[in-house]
Nanobody
């Protein structure tokens, strides 16, 4: 069983920064892609950023230039540095881990950006 634990969410004013972290534990074999998704109330869950095992990032257009994703393969962790936050970034942020056979989600962490 794989367990993902997210941390770092909270309340911040527009223009501020937050750093989200996600740590994976359990029976993990060859993690491929790790990433972050978000879901605002009444909306679908959308991709924010992903990163491959080789370190290649991919970002949603809405966060390019403001968010940076990183991972530590040795520790099975992924982080999301979020700068210049906007009220529209308000959502529950979920960590996702994909292996050759399965995908796993964290429980989510709330990010609220006030105007």
């Amino acid at each position: 069983q794989v367990h993902l634990v997210e941390s770092g969410g909270g309340l911040v004013q527009a223009g501020g920064s937050l750093r989200l972290s996600c740590a994976a534990s359990g029976s993990i074999f060859r993690i491929n892609v790790m990433g972050w998704y978000r879901q605002a109330p009444g909306k679908q869950r959308d991709l924010v950023a992903t990163i491959t095992s080789g370190g290649s990032p991919n970002y949603a257009d809405s966060v390019k230039g403001r968010f940076t994703i990183s991972r530590d393969n040795a520790k099975n962790t992924v982080a999301l540095q979020m700068n210049s936050l906007k009220p529209e970034d308000t959502a529950v942020y979920y960590c996702k881990l994909s292996t050759d056979f399965s995908a796993y989600w964290g429980q989510g962490t709330q990010v609220t950006v006030s105007s």
